[in-house]
């Protein structure tokens, strides 16, 4: 079994940066689809960015230019979030989606969430 860890949530006031980290305890990231998704109160998980195992990355308008998703190594991706608003206030989950064969099936990993919390 896959455990996802996000890290790197917290406080940080409108107009400032945090960069999220998942790290898999296994090493599954290469080669396969990595996302971020973020819910926050009363509201549907929405998908924030996604990055496909040959790299290219895709963003929700509402953090299209401002989001960065990148996978540092076979264990480890991060987000990057600048210019931060209340809007994006809400619990940031990374995903996992690993083939398993040359079918394209495969299993679906995620982390616990991390929240981030943007104050006026």
């Known amino acids: 079994q896959v455990q996802l860890e996000e890290s790197g949530g917290g406080l940080v006031r409108s107009g400032g940066s945090l960069r999220l980290s998942c790290t898999a305890s296994?090493?599954?990231?290469?080669?396969?689809?990595l996302a971020w998704y973020r819910q926050a109160p009363g509201k549907q998980r929405e998908l924030v960015a996604t990055i496909t195992g040959d790299g290219d990355t895709n963003y929700a308008q509402s953090v299209k230019g401002r989001f960065t998703v990148a996978r540092s190594n076979a264990r480890t991706m991060y987000l990057q979030m600048n210019s931060l608003t209340r809007e994006d206030a809400a619990v940031y989950y990374c995903?996992?989606?690993?083939?398993?064969?040359?079918?394209?099936?495969?299993?679906?990993?995620w982390g616990k969430g991390t929240q981030v919390i943007v104050s006026s």
């Open positions: 995903y996992a989606y690993v083939v398993v064969n040359v079918e394209g099936a495969g299993v679906e990993y």
């Open positions: 296994r090493s599954i990231f290469s080669g396969n689809r």
